[in-house]
């Protein structure tokens, strides 16, 4: 055999590299923010991990971001409308962008809030005011558009339209709200309706829906400002309904596991934990130590972590709704994201990003750094909210038009 050079450096890299996953949508591949990536750093330097690229190509709003086979989508707002954006995620180099509708104007800042969905080479974006769009993943070419308002008699919530869609199946999941039902199943090829949720027609919120399997039986779980539902994946059937005290507005994901499915909301209403073990969903409890307005709240273990309003960070036993602990002085408000036994915590007024190790036992820094720059063009009211993202080895951050991408691996 003669010898490679280039083949030789190939098995170096792959032998050394990270072993890292995709995040395809909202929240990672599981909808629970939590990567299974390995090899990234336990701690970082001083002044952070290695910027990588930064780029001012992302256009205004709150979008998140889904990477697959390389490709980072987002969306974003460039003058009077909404485009779905595609980028290299190694380079930051734009490879396509499609216009996807007029732009959602609003007093917290204007322009899209969802992460695209990607799947089987197609990936869909919900604009503020609505239009639900399905492009080619590789080129950007337009499949097919459903406006939920429109087409699916729904109602724009007082800040948009902010849901990201769930791919489940061969369906897209959406919540038009209204009475044609609130959650309505397209045809993830075609956008034609195959169902609505008709004996469940509340408006719709701010959050997004997951899928789960419970006793036998595959289905949506959504959360709406006063219900928690769980809806029958092949029929749009209501299985079930838990009551919820929701006020202005309801936004973080539910988070399931093993029969219970637990929800938080901000403005002073806390969390629920519900059992869906029986015929009807049973309270197991309901409190208020995690009040989580929209930075997400992980599971990991028995564990919750999250920010919670008025209690700082906080550790939350999953079981019985108990504080463990919490951390008020570190870093204020904002999002939180998992991976190789670390939290990275982003600090929505300041754009601070702390590295915490995972652990019931306590706060525990792993270090820190400042996202730099920060833009200029974000609405007065608005503040970093688009939700950290770990993938291959890169974290990737957002703070309106600016893109970042760190390092972070060993």
């Known amino acids: 055999m003669k010898f490679n050079p280039f083949f030789f450096s190939f098995l170096f890299a792959l032998c050394n590299a990270t072993s890292g996953t995709d995040w395809p949508g909202w929240r990672g591949s599981e909808r629970n923010d939590v990567s299974k990536e390995t090899g990234l750093l336990q701690s970082w330097p001083e002044g952070g991990p290695e910027k990588i690229w930064m780029n001012k190509l992302g256009g205004l709003g709150y979008s998140g971001f889904s990477i697959t086979n390389g490709i980072l989508y987002t969306m974003g707002a460039f003058g009077d409308e909404e485009r779905l954006l595609a980028f290299d995620?190694?380079?930051?180099?734009?490879?396509?962008?499609?216009?996807?509708?007029?732009?959602?104007?609003?007093?917290?800042g204007d322009g899209p809030r969802m992460t695209p969905s990607v799947s089987n080479g197609l990936v869909y974006s919900l604009g503020g005011r609505g239009n639900l769009i399905c492009a080619n993943a590789k080129d950007g070419k337009k499949e097919w558009s459903v406006h939920l308002v429109e087409d699916l008699g729904g109602k724009v919530p007082g800040w948009g339209y902010t849901e990201s869609v769930l791919i489940d199946q061969g369906r897209v999941i959406c919540t038009p709200g209204g009475e044609k039902g609130a959650l309505a199943a397209l045809d993830a090829k075609t956008g034609k309706v195959l169902w609505?949720?008709?004996?469940?027609?509340?408006?719709?919120?701010?959050?997004?829906?997951?899928?789960?399997?419970?006793?036998?039986?595959?289905?949506?779980?959504?959360?709406?400002?006063?219900?928690?539902?769980?809806?029958?994946?092949?029929?749009?059937?209501?299985?079930?309904?838990?009551?919820?005290?929701?006020?202005?507005?309801?936004?973080?994901?539910?988070?399931?596991?093993?029969?219970?499915?637990y929800v938080s909301s901000g403005y002073g209403v806390g969390c629920k934990l519900v059992e869906l073990a029986g015929s009807s969903p049973v309270d197991v409890y309901e409190n208020k130590v995690m009040k989580n307005h929209h930075g997400g709240v992980i599971k990991l273990g028995d564990y919750l972590y999250g920010y919670s309003d008025g209690?700082?960070?906080?550790?939350?036993?999953?079981?019985?709704?108990?504080?463990?602990?919490?951390?008020?002085?570190?870093?204020?408000?904002?999002?939180?994201?998992?991976?190789?036994?670390?939290?990275?915590?982003?600090?929505?007024?300041?754009?601070?990003?702390?590295?915490?190790?995972?652990?019931?036992?306590?706060?525990?820094?792993k270090g820190e750094f400042t996202i730099t720059p920060q833009t200029e063009q974000r609405n007065p009211k608005g503040k970093v909210w688009t939700h950290p993202v770990i993938s291959n080895g890169k974290l990737y951050l957002r703070d309106q038009e600016l893109i970042f991408c760190y390092d972070i691996k060993r």
């Open 89 to 108: 995620a190694n380079s930051g180099k734009k490879v396509w962008e499609l216009k996807t509708g007029d732009l959602l104007k609003n007093n917290w």
């Open 196 to 261: 609505r949720s008709k004996a469940f027609t509340d408006g719709a919120q701010y959050s997004s829906p997951i899928v789960i399997e419970n006793q036998s039986k595959r289905q949506y779980v959504q959360l709406v400002m006063k219900n928690l539902v769980g809806i029958e994946a092949t029929s749009g059937k209501l299985l079930w309904k838990s009551s919820w005290p929701g006020k202005v507005a309801v936004i973080p994901t539910p988070v399931y596991s093993d029969n219970h499915v």
């Open 311 to 365: 209690y700082g960070w906080v550790c939350q036993n999953f079981k019985n709704g108990e504080l463990k602990w919490n951390e008020k002085k570190s870093l204020g408000k904002g999002a939180i994201a998992y991976a190789d036994n670390r939290f990275y915590c982003l600090g929505e007024g300041d754009g601070r990003v702390i590295l915490i190790e995972a652990t019931p036992e306590g706060w525990k820094a």
